[in-house]
């Protein structure tokens, strides 16, 4: 199984290039499920504070009962308990519970599949850090936890290891070829394919977050992935496709093209012409 979206559905510069002009935010995510075809969603915002269990109760309201979102963990969780001066973690055990509390409507409608921990690049591997992720998936309990890495530090065969020990999937990544940066490492370390489309902006580290992903992928590039997509399907119970180059739209032209260059494509050719494609 396959699952495709985008990171994020609730931006203002879509309106026009994706969404209608007029459309309001509490109309946006039925409008990105019925007509542009998505079946999963990959929740951005819960990186910047903490979600709410409202929130998430008209989330799953909102969408029909094969849809799937995926939460990405809160910056408490995989950036800010990291003290870089001496390399000691905070105790942020009371932020799991408040985060794992919020997730309560998405479990109990069977629509989360699963978390995102996104470590950053000052994330080094160290005992520390190994042992702070077999931390984060107990505190996790029975959801998921997928790890993408943005250092290629741990580009090595011992972590793919760990990672599959422990259950913990691994996000495939591409983005811009920068010496710090993750290289695109098509593996699979759970019951679960994760691939995570960042975009190829070479300025990743010289621009502001909202042009960091100003990328728009060609069919070519895109071309290249498929088999590596179909082939983790195969090697999984479902294998996760996002597409977060949202800048004015981009995310969701290439998650339609991605659409179509897998075979997923049924009753939406309409909205491929409407988005130019």
């Known amino acids: ?11 203002k510069d879509w309106i026009g290039p994706v969404y209608p002009s007029g459309i309001k935010q509490p109309e946006m995510l039925k409008y990105y499920e ?25 989330m799953a309201r909102k969408t029909s009962k094969n849809f799937e979102f995926v939460v990405k963990a809160n910056r408490n969780m995989t950036h800010d308990m990291i003290n870089r001066d001496n390399w000691t973690l905070e105790d942020n055990s009371e932020i799991f519970e408040k985060f794992n509390f919020s997730l309560t409507p998405l479990k109990e409608s069977g629509k989360l599949g699963c978390v995102l921990a996104q470590f950053p690049p000052f ?30 530090a741990w580009l090595k065969e011992n972590v ?23 290289p695109y490492e098509a593996r699979v370390t759970s019951d679960l394919g994760y691939f995570r489309f960042h975009g190829r902006n070479r300025n990743w580290f ?25 082939r983790l399907a195969e090697k999984t119970s479902k294998a996760y496709t996002f597409f977060n180059n949202c800048h004015a739209g ?28």
Do not use: W
């Open 1 to 11: 199984m396959i699952k495709l979206g985008t990171s994020g559905f609730s931006f």
């Open 34 to 58: 019925k007509e542009l075809g998505f079946d999963t969603l990959e929740v951005n915002f819960t990186y910047y504070a903490l979600p709410s269990v409202r929130s998430f109760e008209g």
């Open 123 to 152: 994330f080094y591997p160290r005992k520390e850090t190994v042992d702070y992720m077999l931390t984060f998936k107990e505190r996790m309990g029975d959801v998921p936890v997928v790890v993408e890495f943005r250092n290629k």
């Open 160 to 182: 793919f290891q760990f990672l599959k020990e422990n259950g913990l999937g691994y996000c495939v990544v591409d983005e811009p070829q920068l010496p710090r940066l993750m």
């Open 206 to 230: 010289n621009v502001p977050s909202s042009e960091r992903y100003n990328y728009l992928y060609t069919e070519d590039e895109l071309k290249k992935f498929v088999p590596d997509i179909k």
């Open 250 to 277: 981009k995310a969701a032209k290439n998650a339609e093209m991605m659409k179509r260059l897998l075979g997923l494509v049924t009753e939406y050719i309409g909205k491929q012409v409407e988005l130019g494609l």
